[in-house]
């Protein structure tokens, strides 16, 4: 069985800060790395991918990846109250994704 | 842009009605994908399709069925809707990869309520 696991939260950061999500996986033939952001009664929506361990910056997000602890991670610096949602992690693998349960993010103004 | 259109946002049916729920891409992805997704339990794969008229189980495809006659357009099937039926349905495409995934872009969602 293939699993992703998060943290459910609430994680609460002061705006400003950053926040930090984490995320594991099992698959280890999980190619493919996917963040997304999921406002309350609204759908998914991709922030970052990442296929390479190392870092990938895309504005004020940082997508982490280290294979071989089979951990993911998303950094989202000098957080806004905009940034208040769930985040999914998903693994690829075979043209599927398995989703995390997300991890609730509030940031407090 | 992708564009991942739903038929519905909202929509109530009574208990043992056929529901059709329908999904439309206009980026030519080869994959297309039925979810629902309910608190504490997540997103759940219902029904996957790589081509037209081929479809594969997902995790959760008891009640369900699904039609793909065309590329563009990936149905959902409720036999008979039952009350446990009632959730937040999610369309999804991506590109084919060969051994591995490309991200999926989701539609709006269809809130299905069954009384």
């Known amino acids: 069985q293939k699993e992703v696991e998060q943290n459910s939260g609430p994680l609460s950061v002061p705006e400003g800060a950053i926040a930090s999500l984490n995320c594991t996986y099992s698959?280890?033939?999980?190619?493919?790395f996917f963040w997304y952001r999921q406002y309350s009664g609204k759908s998914p929506e991709l922030i970052m991918f990442i296929y390479s361990n190392g870092d990938k910056e895309d504005g004020r997000f940082t997508a982490q990846l280290n294979k071989a602890s089979q951990y993911v991670s998303l950094l989202i610096r000098d957080s806004q109250p905009s940034d208040s949602a769930t985040y999914l992690c998903?693994?690829?693998?075979?043209?599927?994704?398995?989703f995390g349960g997300g991890t609730r993010l509030m940031v407090k103004p | 842009d992708v564009k991942v259109t739903q038929s519905s946002r909202y929509l109530v049916k009574r208990t043992g009605e056929k529901v059709f729920l329908e999904c439309v891409q206009d980026?030519?992805?080869?994959?297309m994908f039925w979810y629902r997704q309910d608190p504490g339990l997540g997103l759940r794969l219902i029904y996957f399709s790589y081509d037209v008229k081929m479809k594969e189980k997902g995790d959760i495809p008891e009640g369900y069925s699904v039609s793909r006659e065309k590329k563009e357009r990936f149905s959902l099937i409720l036999e008979s809707a039952s009350t446990n039926q009632t959730s937040m349905y999610l369309c999804?495409?991506?590109?084919?990869?060969?051994?591995?995934?490309?991200?999926?872009?989701f539609g709006p969602g269809t809130r299905l309520t069954v009384t």
């Open positions: 998903a693994a690829g693998a075979g043209n599927m994704l398995t």
């Open positions: 698959d280890r033939g999980s190619q493919s």
């Open positions: 980026m030519d992805h080869e994959n």
């Open positions: 999804a495409s991506s590109l084919f990869v060969a051994g591995g995934a490309h991200e999926q872009y």
